[in-house]
C-alpha cells in the first residue's frame, strides 16, 4: 500500500510571511494524483491544491503553490502571505490513476498563523 | 446541490448499540466513499463505491461494519454492537471519476 508522510506534526507562521508544508510518499507507479487538503477545526476538509503526476508543471493556486519533486517522491505546499483564516491541519493525499479506489492521508500538519 | 451532505452531525451511543449514518454525495458524482478520522491523525479509509457496487473494503474494517448505496444514490454506514473504540469522527466523500474527491462536514460519534 502507498504511504504519505507529513513529518511536521504543527508548523507556524507569522501573518503575511510564508510557510512550507512538507510532503513524502512512497509509490511504485508512475501515474497518480496527489493533493493538499485543508481542514479547519469542526469544519469538513476542502480542497486546496492538486498535481497530477504526469505533468511537470508545479500546481498553482492563488496564494498556494506546490513544489513537485517526482524522483525524489515529494510534494510540499508553500502558502505565501499567509491569513489568519489559513490556520488549520493540512492533509497531504495521494490517489492512484490506475486503480484510484482511494486515497492515502498523511497524518497532518497543524498549521497556526501569529497575527 | 451544495455539497456532499451527512447526518447526523453528531451522535451518542451506549456501548453494544448500533447506529447508522447517511451520507447523500453531490449528485453527478459517481464514486463514493467513507472514511473515519480519529483526533490527530488523517482520514482512514473504510470502503468505496462505484455507484451502487461496494467495490473495496478495508481489511482492517471489522465485521460489524456495513455500508451500502442503493440505486447509486445515497449511501449509509452502519456499525453493529458499537464498542468505544468506534468513536471517531465518519467522513463521506464523493468524486467524479478519478478527480479530487469533495467532503461532507462528517458524523462524530460517540460511544460511552
Known amino acids: 500500500a502507498q504511504t504519505v508522510t507529513q513529518s511536521q506534526p504543527e508548523m507556524s507562521v507569522q501573518e503575511a510571511e510564508t510557510v512550507t508544508l512538507s510532503c513524502t510518499y512512497d509509490?511504485?507507479?508512475?501515474?497518480?494524483?496527489l493533493f493538499w487538503y485543508k481542514q479547519p477545526p469542526s469544519r469538513q476538509m476542502i480542497l486546496v491544491i492538486r498535481?497530477?503526476?504526469?505533468?511537470?508543471q508545479n500546481a498553482t493556486e492563488n496564494r498556494f503553490s506546490v513544489n513537485f519533486q517526482k524522483a525524489a517522491k515529494s510534494f510540499s505546499l508553500k502558502i505565501s502571505d499567509s491569513q489568519l483564516g489559513d490556520a488549520a491541519m493540512y492533509f497531504c493525499?495521494?490517489?492512484?490513476?490506475?486503480?484510484?479506489?482511494?486515497?492515502?492521508f498523511g497524518t497532518g500538519t497543524s498549521l497556526t498563523v501569529i497575527p | 446541490d451544495t455539497g456532499v451532505s451527512q447526518n447526523p452531525r453528531h451522535k451518542i451511543t451506549k456501548r453494544g448499540q448500533n447506529v447508522t449514518f447517511r451520507c447523500d454525495p453531490i449528485?453527478?458524482?459517481?464514486?463514493l466513499y467513507w472514511y473515519r478520522q480519529t483526533l490527530g491523525q488523517g482520514p482512514e479509509f473504510l470502503t468505496y463505491f462505484q455507484n451502487e457496487a461496494q467495490l473495496e473494503k478495508s481489511r482492517l474494517l471489522s465485521d460489524r461494519f456495513s455500508a451500502e448505496r442503493p440505486k447509486g444514490s445515497f449511501s449509509t454506514l452502519e456499525i453493529q454492537r458499537t464498542e468505544q473504540g468506534d468513536s471517531a469522527m465518519y467522513l463521506c466523500?464523493?468524486?467524479?471519476?478519478?478527480?479530487?474527491?469533495?467532503f461532507g462536514q462528517g458524523t462524530r460519534l460517540t460511544v460511552v
Open positions: 493525499a495521494y490517489r492512484s490513476a490506475s486503480t484510484g479506489n482511494q486515497f492515502y
Open positions: 466523500a464523493s468524486s467524479l471519476g478519478q478527480f479530487e474527491a469533495f
Open positions: 498535481q497530477e503526476a504526469y505533468k511537470q
Open positions: 449528485s453527478e458524482h459517481n464514486r
Open positions: 509509490t511504485s507507479e508512475s501515474d497518480y494524483y
